[in-house]
Structure formats: C-alpha cells, structure tokens
C-alpha cells in the first residue's frame, strides 16, 4: 500500500486548496512544501477575488474564474468554521477605475465582448464621471469612469493560507516541509523523496508554482512559466472609508490600504523600485486624493506565476496518468474551484473536457 | 513635573491645541512643548479607547501621536514646533476625511 493517495508538491495557495479538498474527499493527502523561503506568490498577493476582465477572448477561463467566484460565497464560510480563523472574505462587487477617455473607450469594448462572450452570465456595469459620483464621491478629478462588476469581491491572502494549512490539518492531511528533489513511477505508485522523506502515492499534482516546470519532466509534463513582478505599497491603517475593492486599491478588514496591479519582467528579483512605486502612489491619489493624507509603510514586489499566453495550465500526463499539472496566476480567485472542482477530478482521476483548453499541450511546437 | 533647562533668551512662538492658543518655545519638540504647557493627555487608542501620553520622547512607542495641521498619526516628539501649527487629540482610529465642497470644487 502507498503511504498517501494523492501526494501534492507545493504548498501555496494552489497547492493547499487542492490538498484540502482532496481531504474533503476523504483522500489521504500530503503536501510537500519547500517552506517560508519559497519564491511564493501566495504571501504576495493582493487578495482580489476578481472576476471582471478575466478572459477576454478565453471564454473558458471566464466561465472557470466566475465559477470559481460563484463557489467563494460557501467555500469561504465552510474553510472559516473548518479553521476557525476569519479570512476577512466579502463580496460587495468591485471597480475597475479608466482615467482618461481612451482607458474608458477601452473598457467598455473590453466589457461589452466579456459579456458577449460569456452568453449573458457576466454581470456588470460601466459607469461614467457622472454615475460613478453617486456611488464613489471622493474620486478625483481625473476619473472619466469605471467598470463595475457585483461579482467581484477581496479576502485576505496570508489569512486564507493559514486557513488551508489548518483545515487540511484538522482533516487528517501531512504537511512535509521539504523541497522535492526526485519523483519516480514504478508499478503503478509514483515515490516523492525530499533530503529526509521518501513517501509513496497513487496520483501526484504538481502545483509547485514556478518551481512547477523543473520538476514536470519528471512527471511527463512540461509546464511551461515564466516569472510577472507586481509591486504593492501598504499604507499605514485608517479607519474604514472604501468599501468595495479596487483593482488597484483595496482597503483590508485591519486598515491597510493596498496599492498595486504593476507587470513587469525582471526575472526572479522581487525587490522594489521608485520608478513603480511612484506610479502606483500617483495614480492611487489620481483615483481618490484623499489618499495623499496616508503614509506608505511598506512596499515589496511579488511574482505571479505566467504562462505562456497567461492562462492557467491544467493537465494529466500521458505517460503517467496519475499525474497532473495545476498552475495559474489568480490562485486567490480560483482557490474555491481548486478545493471543490478541481479536487473532485483527481478524485476521478480524469480531467474533464471543459479544462481540455487549458492543456499544456497548447504550447507544445507541431 | 519637569524643569526647563535653558540658557540666554528664550524665543517663542504661538501655536493652537484643541483651539486654545499657547505660546511655546520655539525649537522644542511638539510633545515637549504641550507637555511643558500643561497637557497630560495625548492619543486614545482605537482600541480600547484608553487615554495615552508621551512615553519615550525618542519616535519608537507612538504613545504620543496627534493630529498635526489635519495630519493623522503625527510622532508629536519627532516634530518640531512652527508658528500657527494647528493640534489636536487623535481619540481612536485614524481618518482620512473627504471634504466634497473643497476637493470637488462644489
């Protein structure tokens, strides 16, 4: 017998929900997991769990993350009382805010084709100057307007990690902190080894991040990814005054008001720069100029985890069938789907045909 | 409770806590100077509401924090006194406070 059903490498927030819904399934589960030092997107986010913009032109990937958003409602309050631990989710819909009459241009055909595309289930708004007042009377004078989607809501990302760690926990679930060195398949069982651990399992996920491609080959698979820097600044905390969440602002449950939504391609370096900062202070304080009363307290970047045409990479290999590939850049969002869809395939053991686009076999050179 | 310690003439300036106009010395810190005006209580905290005064005078407990010319969280010790400053008790959380008919131009 195996030591584990499913063994998952990576203990992130895509990881960790899968982990914990495969225990909610009653499947014996164990998460590797290279620990604090790991280049993890997951302690970096900004916490948006987000649903309009996203697939534009993939109307797969829009049904997938509005699933997912449709999920967070019930996921949220079940991982709260499973953990005891507030995640500070709500869902109040958010703004997407255009600062020039060409971002509002573009966004409103951007919008206009989402909805199109998603046959009526995208719900949403676009609001000009005028609208957008009643609702919002504090933006500055730079706002033309700004999308709003009720489906739109924001959680807190350190607290919903901690959350997995301690539900998956309570469900019986292993946690190893050790990075993978070595994954090998023999007689129907894949054996994971770390420096102190040799664990055996019928099915492995990899969800390692972007740690996930040097490790795909061991598994059949290639995942291709590469690293997107976003830089976010905190503020010092003030008493609440917004209450929806932003794409670029958003004010967390302790106070903090987070600032941020910048892409840039610097490799692995998650550090900081003026120029950025800059540009996210100034169009924060374009959007509402009551912010410039705020001090910064913080700031870091982050990498989000990109594959070649930015959607998520969900596939089983064909050489082992055991194993599966599950990475994307919006694992806040898509936590819910992990835990209770996702979770549910490799229960299965098969994907379905409405992942089949997010193949990695996408990629491959014919 | 506390004793001056100065040399030569002393300069001062006029400054307004809670409306009420005290003259200072000029080069002192802003906690130093309400302290030595008579002022025992600062901050209250936001969370349990209780009344706060200066602790350290060096930047590092936040037991002195003031609203400062309509600046929150002020680290009154780290800042020196001006002519004309305007102060005030910070009870509770900090704000940030959106004044329509001044920003909008209404």
Redesign the interface.
């Known amino acids: 017998m195996p030591d584990y059903d499913v063994i998952v490498v990576g203990g992130g927030t895509v990881g960790m929900s899968i982990a914990y819904g495969l225990e909610r399934l009653g499947k014996k589960t164990a998460v590797f997991d290279q620990g604090d030092d790991a280049i993890r997107a997951a302690v970096g986010n900004f916490g948006l769990v987000w649903v309009q913009g996203k697939g534009i032109g993939s109307p797969e990937y829009a049904d997938w993350t509005r699933r997912s958003a449709e999920l967070w409602e019930q996921y949220g309050k079940e991982l709260q009382e499973q953990s005891g631990i507030d995640i500070a989710y709500s869902r109040s819909g958010g703004f997407h805010f255009c600062l020039s009459d060409e971002e509002l241009e573009s966004r409103t055909s951007q919008m206009s084709q989402l909805a199109e595309e998603s046959e009526g289930d995208f719900s949403y708004e676009m609001l000009d100057r005028h609208s957008l007042l009643e609702r919002l009377?504090?933006i500055?004078?730079e706002v033309k307007g700004a999308s709003y989607s009720p489906l739109d809501g924001h959680v807190n990302p350190l607290l919903l990690l901690r959350a997995l760690h301690v539900a998956f926990k309570s469900k019986g679930g292993d946690l190893l902190v050790e990075s993978v060195l070595d994954i090998t398949f023999d007689d129907s069982v894949f054996t994971v080894s770390s420096t102190s651990y040799v664990k055996t399992a019928t099915q492995v996920v990899l969800a390692a991040g972007l740690g996930s491609e040097k490790l795909a080959p061991k598994l059949g698979l290639t995942t291709p990814l590469y690293p997107q820097r976003g830089q976010i600044l905190v503020t010092?905390?003030?008493?609440p005054?917004l209450d929806y969440p932003t794409s670029l602002i958003r004010q967390t449950g302790d106070?903090s008001v987070l600032l941020g939504d910048s892409h840039e391609d610097v490799g692995f370096d998650t550090g900081t720069s003026s120029g950025v900062m800059h540009d996210i202070a100034q169009r924060a304080c374009d959007i509402f100029?009551?912010?410039e009363?705020?001090?910064i307290v913080r700031a870091w970047g982050a990498l989000r985890i990109m594959s070649p045409d930015g959607l998520p990479i969900y596939d089983q290999s064909t050489q082992y069938p055991g194993a599966f590939t599950a990475t994307c850049h919006s694992g806040v969002t898509l936590s819910a789907a992990h835990a209770l869809d996702f979770a549910s395939f490799i229960r299965e053991g098969e994907l379905p045909f409405s992942l089949e686009k997010f193949s990695e076999r996408r990629f491959y050179v014919h | 409770m506390f004793t001056k310690v100065t040399s030569g003439e002393v300069q001062t300036i006029t400054i307004q806590f809670e409306g009420e106009t005290l003259v200072v010395r000029k080069g002192l810190n802003v906690a130093a100077a309400l302290l030595e005006a008579g002022v025992k209580q600062f901050r209250e905290t936001p969370v349990s509401g209780q009344a706060r005064t200066p602790f350290c005078m060096m930047g590092v407990c936040f037991d002195c924090l003031l609203i400062i010319d309509?600046?929150?969280?002020q680290q009154s010790c780290m800042i020196e006194v001006a002519e004309g400053m305007k102060i005030e008790r910070q009870l509770?959380?900090?704000?940030?406070?959106?004044n329509?008919s001044a920003?909008?131009g209404l």
């Open positions: 009377p504090a500055g004078p010092e905390k003030t008493a005054f106070g100029p009551y912010l009363k705020l001090r | 309509g600046m929150h969280n509770g959380m900090a704000t940030i406070e959106f329509a920003e909008q």
